[in-house]
């Protein structure tokens, strides 16, 4: 193998993604690691260059082809015939073969011994080496590990299924519950909040939600998911006949001491049927206010709206923001045996006491505009509806919360100030928003850095141009990663938010149709107002979550 003779710093230096005195500074923490970290390592920490930008760098001046390894079709049964500690050491990835050459992804094309010791051991043709993201690369050898986990189960699995011979026999519901329950005790134990059942063209895949990012946990054959579907879909009342419509089913199991409920959905894909099960702990309902994560001003803010007399409150964000665990919380806070309180759900989820809980059935004609009808015929004093998705159950909301009702609800917008324009657009006057609404509340949810692994970082300097106004010797944290948080650096969410009390003024303001940049420049300069990446960025500097993380997930100022 040819070694071209490259300098690292210089190449960086040349192409103006570092100066030579960062060079410089990065070779001083080098060396005073004991040169246990190579110089590109110490400059990805440091937050000078990204893994990508060294990445399409070293391809351009190594003349080395960049790979996507996504895009590929990896045969991951035909990886199993190479030597993982040889791969591994030399951070590459056998993706494919042809009659001239065995061709190779790796994320390290300086590492020349260990590619040298690869190819005299594994390749029986030259290698064509081609460059791909370290993440890339990480990512394959987890699948390995997964499969190679996986492989035995798996056989037990195939040899009941195959002994008993019957479909839908003991022995095949005996083998593929066992595998079902430790699929979902897997999930419980990762406190996933989503499992994923997924087929494609070799085989299917399980990943779980854990703190709203997906993770690969388990990979099969194909027989093995076709008797899985079918289990599944039994237990969740479902037609197991029926492949080419979507279907909604629940139901619940006993795992690792516990009861939990399990909300199934199915939806026909090109490869097969995908499943996803929401997993839903009747704990995690009993969480109180301050536990969601509002800092005490915001606290104040939201206990003030949610204890109104009347009106409208609302808490917007996207599917995932943790909207429903917020209302829920604030039901706990304001339910008595003194207040009737109805709530119309799709689905509902959990069961509180003290509240009547109402199930949409669209079949049937009982959508929320019908629930919201029948209710003010039960003499409520305070109403959840899950969602208002169109004019008539906004203007139904309004109505009722004119007639003396709290009427707690959700939307789908970025902002609080952008929900008011959102029911404009919907339909309602300007004047029934202004009387009928009492705040707004915006979120989402960020990941918590894992306190066994917490560390002092370097954010990427492109992040930190985002955010102008932090101090440059600003100390920051993140997780390295570690067997708790299975490699993450996170464990755990919580909420970062912006509240909008709608006052007198305000409801001036919206009455005579003023925009929301107009509303949320008042209420920043008079009323207190704070936008959502500053509740983010208090708890970035406070070591609890990371700038990736909030700048993920909201609007850079």
């Known amino acids: ?17 570092i100066t030579l005195i960062q060079l410089e500074y990065a070779l001083q923490k080098q060396k005073d690691s004991g040169f246990s970290k190579k110089l590109g390592e110490v400059l990805v920490e440091e937050g000078m260059v990204s893994h990508k930008e060294m990445a399409l760098l070293l391809s351009k001046q190594l003349k080395i082809d960049f790979v996507d390894l996504y895009g590929e079709k990896i045969d991951f049964n035909a990886l199993a015939k190479f030597s993982l500690p040889l791969l591994t050491s030399a951070k590459a990835i056998p993706f494919k073969e042809d009659e001239e050459y065995v061709y190779i992804a790796t994320s390290d094309p300086l590492n020349f011994d260990a590619l040298e010791v690869l190819e005299r051991n594994i390749a029986t043709k030259p ?45 095949e519901a005996s ?15 990762r406190r996933a909040s989503d499992l994923h059942i997924e087929p494609d063209l070799r085989g299917m895949s399980v990943r779980t939600r854990v703190d709203g990012i997906l993770q690969e946990t388990f990979v099969f054959d194909l027989d093995i998911y076709t008797a899985l579907n079918s289990r599944i879909k039994l237990l969740g009342n479902l037609d197991i006949s029926e492949r080419r419509k979507a279907q909604d089913g629940r139901f619940s199991l006993e795992v690792v001491g516990g009861k939990y409920d399990f909300r199934l959905s199915t939806t026909p894909t090109l490869f097969g049927e995908s499943i996803v ?41 996207p599917t995932g923001s943790g909207k429903t665990t917020t209302l829920y ?20 989820e959990y069961q509180l006491p003290l509240v009547q809980q109402v199930q949409v059935n669209e079949r049937v004609g009982f959508g929320f505009l019908d629930a919201l009808k029948s209710f003010l015929r039960q003499d409520p004093d305070i109403i959840l509806v899950g969602e208002i998705r169109n004019f008539e159950t906004l203007n139904a909301a309004a109505q009722a919360s004119l007639t003396g009702h709290l009427v707690f609800s959700t939307l789908h ?83 970062i938010s912006e509240i909008l009390v709608v006052n007198e003024t305000i409801a001036k303001m919206i009455s005579s149709e003023s925009s929301k940049y107009d509303i949320a420049r008042y209420a920043q300069e008079n009323e207190g107002f704070e936008p959502m990446i500053v509740d983010g960025l208090s708890k970035v500097l406070r070591g609890i979550t990371t700038l990736e993380e909030v700048l993920r997930v909201t609007k850079d100022m």
């Open 329 to 348: 919380a604030a039901l706990n806070e304001v339910k008595s045996i003194e207040n009737k309180v109805l709530t119309i759900e799709d689905p509902i």
């Open 277 to 317: 099960m929401r997993i839903l702990d009747q704990q995690k309902i009993l969480l109180k206010l301050h536990e969601l994560g509002f800092e005490n001003k915001n606290l104040e803010k939201f206990n003030e709206i949610i204890h109104a007399p009347f009106g409208i409150v609302l808490i917007t964000g």
């Open 1 to 17: 193998m040819i070694r071209p003779q490259v300098r690292l710093g210089d190449l960086l230096i040349s192409d103006g993604l």
């Open 127 to 171: 290698l064509k080496i081609y460059l791909s993201l370290v993440e890339d690369i990480s990512h394959i050898f987890q699948r390995l590990e997964i499969i190679k986990k996986t492989q035995t189960i798996a056989a037990d699995v195939k040899r009941e299924i195959n002994n008993e011979g019957v479909k839908g026999g003991d022995g």
């Open 175 to 189: 083998a593929v519950m066992q595998l079902i329950s430790l699929i979902v005790k897997d999930a419980v134990l």
């Open 413 to 495: 917008t970025n902002d609080a100030p952008s929900a008011i324009g959102r029911m404009v657009q919907m339909g309602l006057q300007s004047y029934l928003i202004a009387d009928s609404l009492v705040g707004i509340v915006a979120q989402r949810l960020v990941r918590k850095i894992c306190s066994a692994c917490k560390a002092e970082v370097r954010p990427h300097k492109n992040l930190l141009r985002r955010i102008r106004w932090i101090a440059e010797d600003t100390t920051f944290y993140a997780g390295k990663g570690c067997s708790k948080c299975n490699m993450t650096g996170y464990s755990g969410r919580l909420l």
